[in-house]
């Protein structure tokens, strides 16, 4: 079955406290996203990998790093994480040309406290 | 700065009627992508129609279509017969061409009444 998957789902962490969100997607795409929802704001784009060791920011990239050293995986890095960063992220993939539509993971809900 | 506006926060619209979902966006560019995506209660987004700038037609796929006027940059969704199964938060987007950015609008809940 074609998917994106993300781990964890749900986490409660401290403040300071690093963390990895992974990513990982089935459809050998070279387009892979993340995304932060949050009440009224909609989905904003934190970063974005257009293939292999390249990565590039989105609107919304501070506080986050990323890494793409397989095609398939895509970590969310959160290296100091503060209570501002409390939010539902997406890790999405699609084609490598624009005209595609991007799968979405389930979604991992982050609290940071 | 380039972003998307949707208008209408709500809608409340009586089953089987038809509805339509406001999408402007504002940009410069001439070559960009545009997207409707539906987020259910349960969370999940799931891709509903697509549409390039340089695409002549507008989008159809089964009971939705897109309202593509390019020279007044918008791209407004139109769901044809509505169902109970379409009550969830809708969203625009857009892919630039020239950076592959994705921009999301703020979206628009709609609530389908029985």
């Known amino acids: 079955e074609a998917q994106v998957t993300q781990n964890p789902r749900y986490l409660i962490t401290v403040t300071g406290k690093k963390l990895t969100v992974t990513c990982s997607q089935n459809?050998?795409?070279?387009?892979m996203s993340w995304y932060r929802q949050d009440p009224g704001l909609g989905l904003r784009q934190i970063y974005y990998s257009m293939n292999v060791e390249v990565t590039d920011k989105g609107d919304v990239p501070e506080g986050y790093k990323v890494s793409r050293k397989e095609k398939r995986n895509f970590p969310l890095i959160l290296e100091s994480p503060s209570p501002n960063q409390t939010s539902l992220y997406f890790c999405a993939s699609s084609r490598i040309s624009p005209g595609y539509e991007q799968y979405f993971g389930p979604g991992t809900r982050l609290t940071v406290t | 700065a380039q972003k998307i506006t949707q208008t209408q926060p709500g809608m409340f619209v009586q089953e089987k009627e038809a509805v339509t979902l406001d999408c402007t966006y504002d940009?410069?560019?001439?070559?960009?992508?545009l997207f409707w995506y539906k987020q259910p209660s349960s969370g999940e987004m799931i891709f509903l129609i697509y549409q390039g700038s340089y695409d002549e037609q507008n989008a159809t796929e089964g009971r939705y279509s897109l309202n593509f006027q390019k020279a007044r940059k918008s791209a407004n969704l139109v769901i044809s017969a509505s169902q109970l199964g379409d009550s969830a938060m809708y969203f625009c987007a857009m892919r630039y061409y020239r950076d592959d950015k994705i921009i999301f609008g703020k979206g628009t809940r709609l609530h389908i009444l029985p």
């Open positions: 459809m050998n795409h070279e387009y």
């Open positions: 940009t410069s560019d001439q070559s960009y992508g």
